[in-house]
């Protein structure tokens, strides 16, 4: 347990020191966040500097490369995903900076970029066969086969949307995805996994060090470029080591997520009324009163909770 702990450690550091150089670059490049009229309580946070996924990222990536070894392909894979992801989302990031609102990449595009590495992902699981699913809590698994393929194209577009909806208030896509990677690495080890898991913790521990910007009052924000990457590095890592079912459960702030937008969207068209004072539900806890940080906390223990359930029979 001594390298994960390294890693944890190393990781940390290096993502506070890239966050802090970082700070004052995006600052004086004038990389503000654009905040939408109608969430009233963030209109102080308009012009805080986003984009912070290019200092946790990059450094979660080094750390784990300086760790892994001889690392297995799903471990490069992984890192090529995730990566990708970021670009995306600076991409997304640049335009909304550009073009002074929050538009960015139109909604085509970006699911056009997911499908197609979910595609390549979903590929890349059949041909080396990583098609076996583990299920959570017990000693079954069964094999997918080509089935991965569709299967993975689902897995990479709930991930990377659960995660980017999550992203709505201080610390609370921060915390809760750093808890998610510890968890998710606890459990590759526990099965016996290779370097994905060095991975995991590696993103965990510059998570933490990001969160020291970025819980309310956040400094800085991870931005699409940050909360992209995240979903994919999560979808990449769960589908190769066989664990895209633990998705749901460590990752179930970002299923409630998803289903709370969707939920509203039907409920509005049904009945012309919202279901939620604003969704994501976050919104709606943050509209009834509840802190930012409160919030963020709430999630963050719930999904620390359920990782203990998730290795306890491994202990």
């Known amino acids: 347990m001594r390298t994960p702990l390294f890693v944890l450690l190393l990781s940390f550091l290096l993502s506070a020191v890239l966050c802090a150089l970082a700070l004052p670059l995006l600052k004086r490049l004038g990389a503000g966040q654009n905040i939408l009229s109608y969430v009233k309580e963030h209109a102080s946070k308009k012009g805080t500097p986003t984009m912070g996924g290019l200092a946790f990222v990059p450094a979660a990536c080094i750390v784990s490369l300086v760790f892994a070894g001889r690392a297995d392909k799903p471990f490069f894979v992984s890192l090529a995903v995730g990566l990708g ?3 995306v989302g600076f991409l997304d990031d640049l335009l909304k900076k550009r073009r002074g609102d929050n538009l960015g990449l139109r909604p085509y595009q970006k699911l056009l970029f997911q499908f197609a590495v979910a595609l390549i992902a979903g590929f890349y699981c059949c041909r080396e066969g990583l098609t076996v699913l583990r299920i959570p809590y017990t ?37 809760v995805s750093a808890v998610c990677f510890f968890f998710l690495g606890v459990l590759i080890l526990a099965q016996k996994g290779g370097a994905c898991a060095t991975l995991c913790f590696a993103l965990a521990g510059a998570l933490g060090a990001f969160l020291l910007f970025n819980t309310n009052r956040a400094s800085v924000f991870m931005g699409d470029t940050g909360s992209l990457s995240l979903g994919g590095f999560v979808a990449s890592i ?19 997520s998803s289903i709370s937008v969707i939920l509203q969207v039907i409920y509005y068209k049904k009945t012309g009324k919202r279901m939620f004072r604003m969704a994501p539900i976050h919104h709606h806890f943050q509209q009834k009163g509840y802190a930012e940080a409160r919030i963020s906390y709430v999630y963050a223990a719930s999904t620390a909770a359920v990782g203990v359930t998730l290795i306890l029979p491994f202990v």
């Open 85 to 87: 992801y970021l670009a």
């Open 139 to 175: 000693d079954f698994s069964f094999d997918l086969g080509w089935w991965m393929l569709p299967f993975a194209v689902f897995v990479f577009l709930a991930t990377v949307n659960g995660v980017n909806l999550t992203d709505g208030l201080d610390g609370l896509a921060g915390s």
């Open 238 to 256: 769960a589908l190769f080591s066989g664990n895209a079912l633990v998705i749901p459960l460590l990752g179930g702030a970002f299923v409630l």
